[in-house]
C-alpha cells in the first residue's frame, strides 16, 4: 500500500471535497469539459462496494466482512459513454452499476462503508493510481487530506443541508425516480454528514493547507528575526503566521508579537474575493509597519503591504508580481539549490544592511513548560519511563512534498527497534489515520509493545514538540517535525530524495553541529530537479535502497555520540 502513495504524479490534480449534495459533481463536470481532465469519482468507488455488499447481504446486517473482503477483490473502473447520463460510468466486476448507486439506501450504506479502515486503506492505492494517471480531477471527501495532500489545488464546497436536500430532490424527480419528502431527505442528508465528520478514519475536513505557513518554513525562518533583533534591539518584530503554529513561537526573546495571517477565512482571496485583501490591508495599516521582510512571496501579502503603506519591503525577486510590490528586493533562484533555505531567508537581509555567516543562528522553537508537563504526565501514562530505558521517537508521515521512506521500512524499523529493547513513541499528523492503520497493521501482536500519538486524539503542535523534547532520538522524514526536532537540538536519523528541489542540501537539518544529524540519501545518480519520473527512472523507487539496517546503524551511531 505505501507505494501507491510514492506513485508520482503524472500531470496536474486538483482535490474537490465536501459533503454530499454541495455540486461536486456538477463543478467537476464543467471542470472536466473545459479542462479536458480526467473526472474520477471516488465516492462511486464507496457507493459501489456498498451496492455488492448490499446485494451479498444474508439478512444479519454485517457489512464489514463483506465490504472488506470485496474491496479489495472487486475489479471497479471509469468508463465514458456519452450516450447516457451521466457519461462517467462506474463498472463493478464488469458490470454498469452507476445507476444503482445513487438511491438513499446506498448513500447510506456508503457512509457506513467508507467508516471501516480496512476499506478506505484498500481503496487508497486505486484512486491514487487513478489519480495519478494524468490531469485529474478527484471528488470526494478526503481527497486534499488523505489521497492527494500533494494535489496542486484543492476545493472545499459546502451548501446548507435544506439547499442539497432541495438539489437531491429535484435530481430524483429529473431521473424519473421516486424521491422521499424533502424533510425526510433533509433528515438524511444531516445524519450522514454526522457520520462521515465523526467516523474514526480520515473523516471530512477541510485540508488546512497554506503555502506560507507550512510548519517547515515557519521553523526556518526564525534566524531572520534573531538576526533583525540581534542588529536593532529597540525594535518590536511582528511575526505574521496561521494561528495553528502560534505556540512555537510566541515565547521566542526575539518575537515581540504575531499577527495572524488567516489564508482560510477573513484573509482569503477565495472565500471572500477582495473584502480578503482589504482586510489583510486594514490588518497592516492598524500596526504601523516601517518595514517587512517576506521570506516567500505571494501576490496578496505583497500587494497588501504595498496598499498598506510600508515604506521598506525586503522580498525575494522571483515572481512576477514581486518585481512591482518590492522596493527592496533580491534576485534569488532557489529552486537552483545553492544554499540552505535559511541562508536564502538570511541573505535577503542584505537590502537592509546584513551580512550573516552561516550556521550561525540556527532555527529555534518556544516549549512552554506547562506543555512539558502535560506531555511528561502523557508519557508516563503511556507506560513510558524516563531515564530508563532509552526512547525513540519515530515520525513516519510527511504532506507529500517531498518522496518519503516506505511505510513497510518504517514498520520493520520500529519492530527491529522493539526486539532491542528501545521504548518506541511512533507519531501521527492529525490527517494520517490511514498511515498509522497501516503501520499498526504491519507490526502485527507488537505492536503493543508500541505507543502511537497522533491521528484524532493529537493535541496541539507544541505537544508534539514537548514529546520529541523527551526523546534520546527522532526518526523523520523531510517534514515539518524534522525542523522542531532540530530547533531542540534532537539527535536526528532522516531520509532525504536525490532530486534537487527536495534534497538536504536546501531542506536539511540546519545546525551548528552537523553530526547532530545522521541524513540518508539513495546512492543513486539523479538527473531530476523537480519531480521523481517513476517507473521511467532506472532506480525507481530509489528511497527503498535506504536499507532497515542502514538506518539502525546510524541510530546507534548517533546515540553513542550523544
Given at each position: 500500500?505505501d ?53 451479498q ?49 446506498i ?83 444531516q ?18 493547507d ?54 482560510n477565512?477573513?484573509?482569503s ?21 516601517r ?19 510600508v ?45 550573516i ?147 538536504a ?30 517507473n ?27
Amino acid at each position: 500500500m505505501d507505494e501507491n502513495m510514492h506513485i508520482p504524479k503524472q500531470g496536474i490534480v486538483i482535490a474537490i471535497d465536501g459533503p454530499a449534495g454541495t455540486g461536486k459533481s456538477s463543478v467537476t463536470r464543467l471542470l472536466t469539459e473545459r479542462l479536458g481532465f480526467i473526472h474520477i469519482d471516488t465516492g462511486a468507488l464507496y457507493r459501489a462496494i456498498a451496492y455488492l455488499a448490499h446485494g451479498q447481504n444474508d439478512g444479519n446486517n454485517v457489512l464489514e466482512p463483506k465490504a472488506s473482503q470485496l474491496a479489495k477483490t472487486a475489479h471497479l473502473e471509469f468508463k465514458l459513454n456519452p450516450k447516457l447520463v451521466p457519461v462517467n460510468r462506474i463498472f463493478a466486476n464488469g458490470s454498469d452499476v452507476t445507476d444503482f448507486i445513487r438511491t438513499p439506501l446506498i448513500s447510506m450504506l456508503a457512509s457506513q462503508v467508507s467508516s471501516y479502515s480496512q476499506v478506505r486503506a484498500a481503496l487508497l492505492g486505486l484512486q491514487r493510481r487513478l489519480g495519478c494517471q494524468g490531469n485529474s480531477i478527484l471528488e470526494g471527501r478526503d481527497i486534499g487530506t488523505v489521497i492527494f495532500p500533494d494535489a496542486d489545488l484543492k476545493f472545499f464546497l459546502t451548501a446548507s443541508s435544506f439547499e442539497r436536500a432541495r438539489r437531491r430532490f429535484l435530481e430524483l424527480k429529473e431521473n424519473g425516480g421516486d424521491s422521499p419528502p424533502l424533510s425526510e431527505l433533509k433528515k438524511q442528508i444531516q445524519k450522514r454528514d454526522l457520520q462521515d465528520s465523526s467516523r474514526a478514519v480520515a473523516p471530512l475536513k477541510k485540508a488546512q493547507d497554506a503555502l506560507t505557513d507550512r510548519l517547515g518554513d515557519v521553523i526556518l525562518s526564525t534566524p531572520v528575526l534573531e538576526v533583525l533583533k540581534q542588529y536593532n534591539p529597540d525594535s518590536h518584530i511582528t511575526f505574521m503566521v496561521r494561528e495553528s503554529v502560534v505556540p512555537l513561537l510566541k515565547g521566542l526573546p526575539f518575537v515581540d508579537d504575531v499577527m495572524i495571517f488567516d489564508p482560510n477565512e477573513r484573509h482569503s482571496g477565495l472565500n471572500h474575493g477582495l473584502s480578503g485583501l482589504f482586510n489583510l490591508i486594514h490588518d497592516l495599516r492598524t500596526r504601523v509597519f516601517r518595514i517587512s521582510v517576506v521570506l516567500q512571496s505571494q501576490w496578496m501579502i505583497a500587494a497588501a503591504l504595498f496598499a498598506a503603506g510600508v515604506k521598506y519591503r525586503v522580498g525575494p525577486l522571483s515572481k512576477p508580481h514581486s518585481f512591482l510590490f518590492f522596493n527592496r528586493g533580491l534576485r534569488q533562484k532557489r529552486s537552483y539549490v545553492e544554499m540552505h533555505e535559511v541562508d536564502y531567508n538570511l541573505q535577503l537581509l542584505r537590502r537592509l544592511g546584513m551580512r550573516i555567516g552561516t550556521r550561525k543562528f540556527i532555527p529555534k522553537v518556544f516549549i512552554s513548560d506547562a506543555v512539558k508537563n502535560e506531555a511528561r504526565e502523557w508519557l508516563t501514562q503511556k507506560g513510558i519511563k524516563q531515564n530508563s530505558k532509552t526512547l525513540i521517537l519515530v515520525h513516519p508521515g510527511m504532506g507529500g512534498s517531498a518522496l518519503n521512506w516506505p511505510e513497510s521500512h518504517y514498520a520493520e524499523l520500529i519492530l527491529r527497534l522493539v526486539k532491542e529493547n528501545f521504548q518506541v513513541l511512533v507519531t501521527f499528523g492529525p490527517q494520517e489515520d490511514l498511515l498509522m492503520a497501516r503501520i499498526q497493521d504491519m507490526l502485527g501482536a507488537l505492536k503493543d509493545k508500541v505507543v502511537f500519538y497522533g491521528c484524532k486524539d493529537v493535541g496541539p503542535i507544541e505537544k508534539l514538540g514537548a514529546l520529541m523534547s523527551f526523546a534520546d532520538l527522532v526518526v523523520v522524514p523531510s517534514t515539518g517535525p524534522l525542523h522542531i526536532a532540530t530547533a531542540l537540538g534532537v539527535p536526528i536519523v532522516t531520509f532525504f530524495s536525490p532530486i534537487r528541489v527536495q534534497s538536504a542540501n536546501r531542506w536539511g537539518p540546519y545546525l551548528a553541529d552537523e553530526s547532530k544529524a545522521s541524513i540518508l540519501v539513495p546512492d543513486v545518480y539523479c538527473g531530476q530537479d523537480f519531480k521523481c519520473l517513476g517507473n521511467l527512472c532506472h532506480y525507481y523507487p530509489c528511497m527503498r535502497s535506504l536499507s532497515v539496517n542502514y538506518a539502525l546503524e546510524e541510530i546507534h551511531k548517533q546515540l553513542k555520540r550523544k
